[in-house]
């Protein structure tokens, strides 16, 4: 498993926790989403030969919650 980091400016309440938790972890390959809201960011453990962290940025902006750079 891969584990990556991002910081998500755009969390800023429970729901947005949900809708991320909900929607990364359930694609395939996914094994951990930790959103951490006071922090701004979210933990994403996967497995790289399933997914690919591109795909994982696509579901976090389809959301609504882009990463920053």
Partial sequence: MTEKHYSVPDVSCGHCKMAIEKAVGAMPGVGKVKVDV???????????????????????????YPVAV
């Fill in 38 to 64: 006071e922090g701004r960011s979210v933990d994403i453990a996967f497995d790289e030969g399933v997914v690919g962290e591109d795909a994982i940025l696509a579901t976090l902006e389809e959301e609504g």
